[in-house]
């Protein structure tokens, strides 16, 4: 048993911090055996910190470095627990902020963010692929502030923010050693006025960051929390952005909320379009779908999507059908998808063909997943990371998704979401509805006569109020809650009308008042803006608007602008 660490140096703090909550953060994750690589990466992250305690300065640091050592995948779960009890000494004390620090839970002051010449944007080892492509758009919006800004990114995977069209650098990190010289500014990665680390979890590394004191500026950005710290070296002082409200549940609409609170313009409009470099490789002769069901968290089912792929492959398109399914990272993974391909092949229809996207084996790469994307028109996955690529390289989406994690569904106009629970006969006849508007193109004619008056009122109503809300309007009391009223009352006379896809529920059918004609408070316009993004989120919506032409399989997801 360490002895009791009441005063551990400064020095210390930050790297038992990061290896006190990251290995908290990984006992409690979920991981595939599809995604087992991941925890073999982590682990040997966390082993690479070793040489960053010093127990000739800390006596009681040898058991800690002893199970550090012995951390492993087939015992991780019985080592990972006696590690974090030993470390629970020295990471409470390293948690407590200095006493020269000043706290303040406000934005801090107009231009805080535009004022830097260099940024080290940190992807941290809590976050997953769909995460980071969440936060592609980043890089845009802080050029938008400061056009001379000169970005780096540090990521744990390859061939990702090397497409972003922002980025004027894409380092990769194979350990955590790079990431806690970032932390501290030391070289290879000193030189930068602000270093940004985001993660899906809230590691509040900027206790130790503020100890170590060293870089100028940090901003510590979490999406799962919806929070931001930024925190200023020189002046010693810390502006907390904290998640009070119900709005921005979304993890899109919370990360654009706290941007904006940071003094950034994030516009839904730049969240997806010429994000990433892309080529548009997608056949003319035949609907191309890639096919991914594998996920980070839990394993899929061979049965189940055997029968989807049949079922899906059972319609009646303008043109053949060919699916590439995805062969995953590992042979496990391999194995499945020449197993699905084997049954999807038996059982489909003429004119549909399956194959594996690697037949030579060694399983696809980042990269060649995004490729694949480029190059279909549409991709079947779970909910996965490849559903939130598929909109930044213009792919559509139909997204097999779990209850529970509705907060991940990407705003793209070409992204559709299915209930993971319900058959899947069932969900492929839905997605044979989505595919088949998806890939028949209308001219202007025929669009306005396949729609009801009330359809098309509706699609007139969304602009009006997104243009309300994205501040190109005045926000009257009077006019925004009369289209609102309008277009809650159309589109549940609609959906009721044709079966309807209830998939979020009914988001506009709370209306609060306010004053005619008198600017709405923003409290009010901040309810109405979260009810009509949770509604524009809706299958109903997307589907109507593919159907009047604001994409097809061969453009693309886009976004919510038509």
Known sequence: MTAPLERPPRHLHLPALFLSQYLHFLTRRPISKSNLSYLESRLAGLKSLRESLDP??????????????ALHPAGFERVGADLQFALLPLAQAARF??????????????????????????????????????????????????????????????????????????QVYQDYRPLLAALRGEPPHDGYDLVVLADFEAPELYRGVASDGRVPRYLEICLGSRSAFLLDNR???????????????????GLRRMLARLGLRPR?????????????????????????????????????????????????YPRPIRMVLDTGKNRSTERFAASLARSASALAAPGVTVQVASPEGGGLSLGGVFEHLEGSHAVVCADSFASHAAPLFGCSALVVMRAGVENWRAPSLGSFYFDGSAPAKAVGAQMRRFLSALDIPLTATERLARFTQAEIRIEQLARELESFFDGEAQATGGRLQQAYAELADLS???????????????????????????????????????????????????????????????????????
Do not use: M
């Open 56 to 69: 000739a300065k800390l006596p009681g640091l040898e058991v800690v470095l002893r199970q550090l050592g």
């Open 97 to 170: 902020l200095p006493e020269d620090l000043v706290v303040e839970d406000a934005p801090p002051p107009p231009g805080w963010l535009s004022s830097h010449r260099r940024v080290l944007l940190v992807l941290a080892p809590g976050i997953g692929v769909g995460d980071e492509l969440i936060l592609a758009p980043l890089p845009r919006w802080l050029k938008e502030a400061n056009p001379s800004l000169r970005i780096d990114t540090l990521s744990g995977y390859r061939d990702l923010w090397d497409r972003v069209r922002d980025v004027d650098r894409a």
């Open 235 to 253: 002046s010693r002082w810390l502006h907390r952005l904290l998640h009070f409200t119900p709005y921005g549940e979304n993890y899109y609409s």
């Open 268 to 316: 839904d409009r730049d969240r997806f379009e010429g994000v990433v470099r892309r080529t548009d490789l997608r056949p003319a002769d035949h609907l191309r779908l890639f096919v991914s069901p594998f996920t980070s968290k839990y394993d899929p089912s061979h049965g189940y999507w055997s029968s989807l792929l049949s079922e899906l492959g059972r319609g009646v």
């Open 492 to 562: 549940r006379a609609a959906a009721e009308a044709r079966g309807g896809l209830a998939d979020l529920g009914d988001p506009l059918a709370a209306r609060p008042a306010a004053p005619d004609g008198e600017p709405l408070p923003e409290p009010l316009l901040e309810h109405l803006r979260d009810r009509f993004e949770r509604w524009r989120d809706t299958n109903e919506l997307k589907l109507l608007r593919v159907r009047l032409g604001g994409t097809t399989a061969t453009g693309g997801g886009g976004d919510h602008r038509c």
